[in-house]
């Protein structure tokens, strides 16, 4: 069992508002609400605060914390004033199951539990969105957050000689830190398609009005070009290769057909929201052209299609890591309202600077979104042979063998396949099977359609399960 | 494929992946202390019995799934390190 930093907590039954994900939604949203007396839980699965981006906060050794920049040391304010504040805060807690009565089953351990709650927030945040490529199964390609997370979280770094490849600005940011670190990065593949830069130029003028990034940005790129790292832009046709391991990456750049050799390559794609609870509960969801995700239905306050559940921060769409601390206080405040504890003019003043930022915030987005857009392409992978499923080891001309046939959506496919039926649950397959189906029957992809979600989203034991009923089970 | 930095962990604690003994910080993952100690692959699959190794390491791709303490199917990059902990690839479904 992992240390344990206070008195153990003694889970109730009901809580007023429970919060799902410690990342910097669930935490401000916490804090929020805590302040105005809601009786509050925050479940999460991690040993401590601070979600993805702000892994390992408090334990981080001062060093490392230097080498991972100001934007990571930022979660420092976010975690130490959600320890302020009266909550059950209950760590290494996996949620399995949450349903439309807002009842929701965890794992402590071993142990599950069933709680209820008025209200419910999941604050989930992102995963990396997965685009399967020749040789993306082989050891030895990992996603760039892996990478970012061993460094965060155990300051373990990659051998001389890594590859880091793909488009978004994780992929930099990652690069810039082991540059830091003293990584030896042999060279920084950009798929960012050069058309990318024109169909981002019209978004450019309002982007201006929240420079800050673009500034940051351009800081990062400076910096590598001044410490020498090899930087390619416009690379296509990704192909890792290797018997057990991968040896090396192939690629094409300026036309000509391109291999370097390395035991590790880090690959990075973009964000798309971490959904598998909220679409087991059976939330509305609707697919977003700009950001290709699929991403809740939701009011301004990240109010979903069922009622008393609220999705905010990245799980909700993405808007980084700075956007998700206000979203999660306007959810915090929605549904204190929500309990009768504030009344809607208290709402509405309190929220008014969260309100103004996720307001200015749409300023950098478009252009963002525009400048990473990933081509449809390489999210249709186009090689046949390439495996979609890694669970069941599907491959992309299976799919659309299965399209072929007339399964014209992404369930039937899962149906005749078993793509997505392993233990992943879809995670990783779920968006190219929908972009595959979507590209060989000649439709869009939100009528590819989504892998319909279930409870348990995340394993439990049939015993574990029975434990809950013991009356039943005697 | 990785190091660890050049720092001095307040504790460590001995593990044994796949029957060879190596000191560990306490504190870090399975699937950390598995890559860092040198090890290409944590499993095989299921279908055609390929070698996979951790791939997000945030839960989500299960791909790090392992037999810890002789428990198969556990996501190495969920369960932390404890002192005498047996690791073990876990080759297809884990069990025999």
């Not at chain 1, 373990?156 to 990652?174: F, K, M, Q, R, W």
């Not at chain 1, 649950?425 to 279930?454: D, L, P, S, T």
């Not at chain 2, 460590?12 to 029957?19: L, M, Q, R, Y």
Request: net charge neutral; aromatic share 6%; hydrophobic share 40%.
């Amino acid at each position: 069992m992992p240390a344990c930093d206070g008195p153990t907590i003694v889970v109730k039954d009901h809580y007023q508002l429970v919060i799902i994900g410690a990342g910097p939604t669930g935490l401000s949203a916490a804090r929020v609400a805590a302040d105005h007396g809601v009786d509050v839980a925050l479940l999460d699965e991690q040993p401590a605060p601070g979600g993805q981006i702000y892994r390992a906060m408090e334990s981080i050794p001062p060093a490392r914390a230097g080498l991972l920049g100001d934007e990571y040391q930022h979660g420092r304010k976010i975690v130490s004033s959600f320890r302020q504040c009266n909550v059950d805060y209950l760590s290494d807690t996996q949620v399995w199951s949450l349903n439309s009565k807002r009842e929701i089953g965890l794992l402590q351990g071993d142990e599950p539990l069933m709680i209820t709650a008025d209200q419910v927030l999941l604050a989930s945040g992102a995963m990396e969105r997965p685009v399967p490529f020749p040789g993306w199964t082989l050891p030895g390609v990992m996603n760039a957050g892996a990478g970012q997370i061993l460094f965060k979280s155990h300051g373990i770094v990659p051998n001389d000689g890594v590859v880091l490849a793909g488009s978004g600005p994780l992929l930099l940011l990652l690069a810039w830190q082991y540059m830091h670190a003293g990584v030896k990065i042999q060279a920084l593949l950009d798929l960012t398609p050069m058309r990318n830069h024109l169909r981002a130029l019209p978004r450019l003028p309002r982007a201006l009005m929240a420079r800050h990034y673009l500034a940051k940005g351009l800081v990062y790129k400076k910096d590598l070009k001044r410490a020498g790292i090899s930087t390619l832009h416009n690379v296509s046709d990704l192909h890792a290769t290797g018997n057990d391991h991968i040896s090396s990456v192939s690629f094409r750049h300026r036309g000509r057909q391109r291999s370097i050799e390395t035991e590790l390559l880090l690959v990075h794609f973009g964000l798309i929201p971490n959904a598998h609870l909220s679409r087991a509960a059976g939330c509305e969801y609707q697919w977003d052209r700009s950001q290709q995700c699929w991403r809740p239905e939701l009011d301004d306050w990240g109010s979903s299609s069922i009622d008393g559940i609220l999705i905010a921060g990245d799980g909700a769409g993405i808007g980084g890591a700075r956007t998700a601390e206000h979203a999660g206080r306007l959810s915090a405040l929605q549904a204190t309202y929500a309990l009768g504890i504030i009344d809607k003019y208290e709402r509405d003043q309190l929220s008014r600077d969260d309100r103004k930022w996720m307001h200015d915030d749409l300023h950098i987005r478009p252009f963002l979104e525009s400048f990473f857009h990933i081509p449809r392409k390489l999210l249709s992978v186009p090689d046949d042979d390439t495996i979609v499923c890694r669970c069941e080891e599907v491959t992309a001309g299976e799919i659309r063998m299965a399209v072929a046939d007339g399964h014209s959506d992404s369930n039937q496919v899962k149906f005749l396949t078993r793509c997505g039926m392993g233990p992943c649950q879809g995670r990783q397959c779920a968006e190219a099977v929908a972009h595959i189906v979507a590209a060989a029957g000649g439709e869009k992809v939100a009528q590819g359609g989504h892998y319909r979600g279930r409870p348990p989203v995340a394993p439990l034991t049939l015993g574990q399960l029975a434990s809950l009923y013991p009356e039943e089970t005697e | 494929m990785f190091k660890r930095l050049d720092e001095n962990p307040a504790a460590t604690v001995t593990v044994t992946i796949d029957g060879v003994q190596f000191n560990v910080p306490a504190g870090e993952t399975v699937a950390a202390a598995v890559l860092a100690s040198g090890f290409g692959h944590t499993r095989t699959t299921v279908v055609s019995g390929a070698p996979r190794a951790p791939f997000c390491l945030m839960g989500v791709c299960y791909e790090c799934l392992m037999v810890i303490d002789g428990k198969p199917n556990q996501r190495a990059c969920r369960e932390l390190v404890n002192d005498g902990m047996k690791i073990e690839c876990q080759h297809a479904t884990g069990r025999l």
